[in-house]
């Protein structure tokens, strides 16, 4: 088998990945991960889905929370917050922070963001390919009544609760695809969109023009619902949909991928939005989605690939 | 009873002043510290003596290590290291990390390191007054075989192995002393040299043009010497001392301090040297040194304090 290419955002993506490697290996799978939500706090550069993408693909992730590291520490943290700093509302983690600082380290030394999170992700023992979208400064903005905010001031610090009424993608117009990210999409047996955020997560990676463009070109083309029975498992997808798509059926995570989609994975519980995808030309599979556990992701894997070789 | 002012290294040093603060209050005692070994790690400013004060005479210093947090954990390092980075023969504990990142993005907003280290000692709850040297930049560099070293690098990195040739001070030409610092030592009582190492914590002191003249006008001007029976208690100051100051006897300890001192005091261990010391003009007091704990750190500060009002 070929290789597939998966655009991913972080802990929902991850899960989908790992299944898709435990169906067909590591060697066949290359993730294009976002870095819409790259974000700087104390000065280092932290990367929440490629983070999360390394962590659950090298096992130390914390299944229990959702995100960062198994048996973390908080003690950094907690002193700064001690010490009065108000820049603590993003919680970073002891063992999480040792990776912030090698990598802040290496993107100050000139490294690109590829190559330091290749190195990252082979020093965790991780053998499938992880491409950030971009080597270049791009940023997820989210506007909102009470202003222009950063993903992470938006989603962590004000926990989601300013109406999104808007996405732009600070940067996007000048960044450039890193390093094999059009030969992966280009020579993949299939691109797929892993069951995460279009909006928030996707979004950014196809805000990069060539890799839309290359997307575009390939074949096939097959995204999963994030979304069960129109609510999301996790996150804040379905407001986001609602607010920028227009609703949360099937027909409107399709609508997410206008014209890129060749076939759409939904959930069992939103069976009945299958025929308007239909409509669109574009394949719908419906299955079972949630990935409760590992045994579940790989089942969606299977589905996925599938629905791709039809 | 008015203010002493002692300048002071790290460990050795904040023993002391604890002992000071216990026998006087922490109203009558201002600090002035050593930066000359301050360092960067991972891009963070690290300021080893000055923390070891806060840390002391915040009550949160590891009293069996000597040096660093109680209660450390050294995640974000271990991972650091995991990730294959070779920067993290300096350790940084995680509670430690919290400090130099609150303090890094300070001075990279401006705020100068006396302003961020007041914050952050009166955030620790300590209400001695600290101040760095200078809010410039000051390090101690070692001239070895092996070439010029940092502080660090030749201390902690190559674990002092290296013979010391001579020392210089960068940046001292330029330093200015902190706020404060000439105030308190022109207003003090008595100024008081704290037994650290004379070469590497007290030099780099002296090495601000500014805060020598002002020393050299203050009366009395009392040293410690940080050798018992001409040996370290801790540290290289033995094999410094024999290298810089032609030896380890009270008279050499003296010597290091050339010119300004009106009393050194010394250890028992050491009483036969105390005569030397006295044909230059410098009146010897001989007692125990070691402070072994809290009750001898204060009865060292109570002879200290003796020696000033001879």
Same mark, same amino acid.
């Given at each position: ?104 380290? &290496? ?7 590829? &190559? ?67 030969? &992966?999409?280009?020579?993949?047996? &299939? ?120």
């Amino acid at each position: 088998m070929a290789q597939v290419c998966v655009l991913s955002g972080g802990v929902g993506g991850a899960r989908f990945v790992r299944g898709l490697v435990d169906v067909i290996g590591a060697a066949h799978v290359v993730v294009v991960g976002n870095v819409g939500d790259d974000d700087e706090f104390f000065g280092l550069h932290v990367s929440p889905d490629l983070d999360s993408l390394v962590y659950a693909l090298a096992g130390v992730h914390d299944e229990q929370r959702g995100w960062g590291r198994r048996r973390e520490t908080w003690n950094a943290l907690d002193t700064a917050r001690a010490l009065g700093d108000d820049e603590t509302w993003f919680q970073l983690g002891d063992r999480d922070l040792g990776l912030h600082l090698v990598r802040t380290k &290496a993107l100050r030394a000139g490294e690109p963001l590829s &190559a330091v999170t290749a190195r990252i992700a082979a020093a965790l023992g991780v053998d499938v390919r992880l491409l950030p979208a971009t080597d270049h400064r791009l940023r997820t903005i989210v506007r909102t009544a009470a202003g222009e905010l950063s993903l992470q001031e938006w989603f962590v610090r004000r926990r989601a609760r300013d109406r999104v009424e808007g996405l732009r993608f600070e940067g996007a117009a000048f960044a450039k695809p890193a390093p094999g990210v059009i030969e &992966a999409i280009g020579g993949a047996s &299939a691109v797929l969109i892993a069951p995460s955020n279009p909006c928030i997560s996707i979004w950014p990676i196809l805000a990069v023009r060539a890799i839309q463009a290359a997307v575009r070109r390939a074949r096939p083309v097959v995204a999963v619902s994030p979304l069960i029975g129109g609510k999301a498992v996790k996150g804040p997808a379905e407001r986001m949909l609602r607010s920028l798509a227009g609703g949360t059926a099937p027909i409107h995570v399709a609508g997410c991928y206008d014209g890129l989609l060749d076939g759409l994975v939904l959930d069992e519980a939103d069976a009945s939005g299958a025929k308007a995808v239909e409509r669109l030309g574009i394949r719908p599979t419906v299955t079972r989605t949630l990935m409760r556990d590992r045994r579940a992701a790989r089942r969606l894997a299977e589905a996925v690939l599938e629905a791709a070789r039809a």
